[in-house]
């Protein structure tokens, strides 16, 4: 077996591969680095995979918290994590966009799931899950209700600020002066598809294009993505796992080559 | 230990201890200092005067007085500067000559004479067209007067003969860096990133003459090893400034070598040669004249991205690594210009926003190890 840890900010992802290369398992645990959230995937990725820890000949580590965690036997970052992972899991795929909780990225890749280019949000929570954490906290709606919420809207209402917190304050005023949830939520997803959508062009960008991360399950972004850039937008499978599930492809590569 | 060593150890020890270096220097020199800010001062003039020239090249600090003359929107280097001299840093400089060559270092011209005036101030101002005749000899014009300032500060005459040597020792300094930057391409391990640019930084804190002949012991003691074997990822560096340092030990953890570099603070200072004939300052004028693909240095027709492209293939390099220093206006506005001209060579471009008083550099972390991951 084959471990994938992906250690996050606000999340901890575990992924298992096993010798024919197949994915056996994945487990997502809403607790990120500096927690107890990695040992806790892990357990839950080795008791949907029914193997113990003896099983595992190799882990790579990605993620925010890759440095710290010392039970891996290397460590890759997230950005050729999710490539690798995207790759294994779907074909023709060009183009990644991977929102997390702390950043973003748009990423380059080719046919084997190699990078070719990225970039990467500056430090500043715009454009990230953080974003929408904030909005539905606001808005009174837990974080996964937010795309049903916005594919309610019948109004565009712009939210201009790309700062989370004046953002934060410029839908509370709009609450204030009347607008309805369901249009604030699709505004705020508006604004943050324009923001990645500044970052593809920054990078450039081809279809396929597959989004990851936590915030590729919210349905109303993923085609709103899609609208935005005019290319055929698709939510990865296991979109918060796709990291784990690369490191966990680099680790059967690795441990082949010795 | 060896020699390389402990001469390495010896100008990084200097470079980050710069206020015990420049103490120490001017004990050794008898000579008092005077503070050069970025981007080109003419040191030598300061040089012939009996001075010791020092950088001032900012660092890292807790910024609280100088928030009363500079916005967060100002770069870290100049509200360094600022906050430094406010708190009493800069208290050993006889003076400081402050260049005018962006809005941020216009303001500080002016600020510090009233938030440093124990500190005095010389400014001077290079031509925008520094191409034209007219531009030439306002420049001379410039260093005339800073060259008087300085007589009146130190109470008698610079020589023309004091230039001359001045200017040759300067010339001396410049080729014996060129030669280094070229040397250490084939010691990658034993001078990375880091150790790299602490030994071309603690030149801004030494007397040029101490300073040349430890270069020079260096280059010998190194051409003695054989040529280190390097299996990472060669880069050509540009920005204002390669710090802080913490970032070029990320280089170095992840196997990232500075084989060449464009930093405001390293080779733009040396890498042009000066012309034989003219006076002193009239040399200095031609240095300045003849220097191409500096940021802040008007140019038609902006040279500095083909410049890169053709120092990674001169250097056998792999990619551009673009150190941002946030907020310099001059250098943000020129990198979509080289960011085209890069890309378009097939080139990969590695762009890093810093902040001198930075303390997070895990997302750096990622960028530098993804395209290190990318390349390898």
């Known amino acids: ?258 | 230990m060896t020699e390389v060593k402990k001469l390495i150890d010896r100008l990084e020890e200097a470079a980050l201890n710069p206020a015990k270096t420049i103490s120490e220097s001017m004990k050794q020199t008898r000579k008092k200092a005077i503070g050069c800010f970025p981007i080109y001062t003419p040191e030598e003039i300061v040089y012939a005067a009996g001075y010791l020239p020092v950088g001032m090249w900012g660092g890292k600090t807790d910024i609280s007085l100088a928030d009363r003359y500079l916005q967060r929107f100002c770069c870290s280097i100049m509200r360094t500067n600022l906050e430094l001299g406010m708190k009493g840093t800069y208290n050993l400089l006889r003076a400081v000559i402050i260049p005018t060559f962006c809005d941020t270092l216009k303001c500080v011209c002016e600020n510090w004479k009233v938030a440093v005036p124990q500190v005095p101030v010389i400014p001077i101002v290079y031509p925008q067209n520094r191409l034209l005749d007219a531009g030439f000899r306002y420049m001379i014009d410039e260093f005339e007067r800073v060259r008087k300032i300085l007589e009146e500060l130190k109470g008698s005459a610079i020589t023309e003969e004091d230039l001359k040597q001045a200017f040759a020792l300067y010339e001396k300094y410049r080729k014996t860096m060129r030669n280094f930057v070229e040397v250490v391409k084939d010691y990658p391990v034993t001078v990375n990133a880091r150790t790299r640019h602490l030994i071309i930084k603690a030149g801004y804190f030494m007397d040029k003459k101490i300073y040349t002949e430890i270069i020079r012991s260096l280059i010998d003691a190194l051409k003695k090893m054989p040529p280190e074997k390097f299996d990472g990822v060669k880069i050509v560096a540009t920005g204002l400034i390669g710090e802080p340092i913490e970032l070029l030990d990320i280089f170095a953890e992840n196997n990232v070598a500075v084989v060449a570099d464009d930093f405001a603070q390293e080779s733009r200072q040396f890498r042009t040669p000066a012309r034989r004939k003219g006076s002193p300052l009239e040399k200095m004028a031609y240095r300045v004249v003849d220097q191409r693909g500096c940021t802040f240095l008007y140019e038609e027709q902006k040279t500095k991205g083909s410049m890169l492209v053709d120092m990674v293939k001169k250097n056998n390099a792999q990619a551009v690594a673009v150190v941002m220093m946030k907020f310099c206006d001059p250098e943000e506005f020129d990198y979509p210009i080289i960011k085209e001209e890069i890309e378009a060579a097939g080139i990969p471009l590695l762009y890093l926003e810093i902040d001198l008083q930075m303390d997070s550099f895990e997302q750096i972390r990622t960028r530098v190890q993804s395209f290190a991951e990318m390349l390898c």
């Open chain 1, 1 to 258: 077996m084959f471990l994938g840890m992906d250690i996050g900010s606000s999340s901890s992802k575990a992924a298992l591969i096993n010798d024919k290369k197949e994915l056996v398992g994945c487990s997502v645990v809403n607790m990120g680095t500096g927690t107890n959230g990695p040992e806790e995937a892990l357990e839950e990725v080795l008791r949907i995979a029914g193997v113990g820890r003896k099983d595992i000949r190799y882990t790579v580590a990605t993620g925010y918290g890759r440095v710290i965690y010392h039970n891996a036997d290397s460590q890759i970052t997230e950005i050729s994590c999710h490539a690798k992972g995207v790759s294994f899991l779907m074909d023709d795929v060009e183009t990644v966009i991977d929102i997390g909780g702390q950043d973003s990225k748009v990423i380059k890749i080719d046919k084997d799931g190699k990078v070719k280019n990225f970039v990467m949000n500056e430090k500043c929570a715009a454009g990230t899950g953080r974003f929408l954490e904030v909005m539905a906290r606001v808005l009174g709606c837990g974080i996964d209700e937010l795309s049903g919420l916005a594919d309610k809207s019948t109004i565009d209402i712009p939210i201009s600020s790309v700062c989370t917190v004046f953002a934060e304050s410029e839908v509370i005023s709009r609450l204030a002066s009347g607008a309805k949830r369901e249009d604030v939520a699709k505004g705020a997803h508006v604004a943050i598809v324009k923001r990645i959508a500044g970052m593809c062009n920054r990078v450039g960008y081809r279809p396929i294009i597959a989004m990851t991360g936590g915030v590729a399950l919210n349905g109303n972004i993923v085609r709103l993505m899609g609208e935005e850039l005019g290319q055929l937008v698709v939510a990865a499978p296991y979109p918060q796992a796709v990291g784990a599930i690369g490191a966990a492809a680099f680790a059967s590569e690795k441990w082949k080559r010795g």
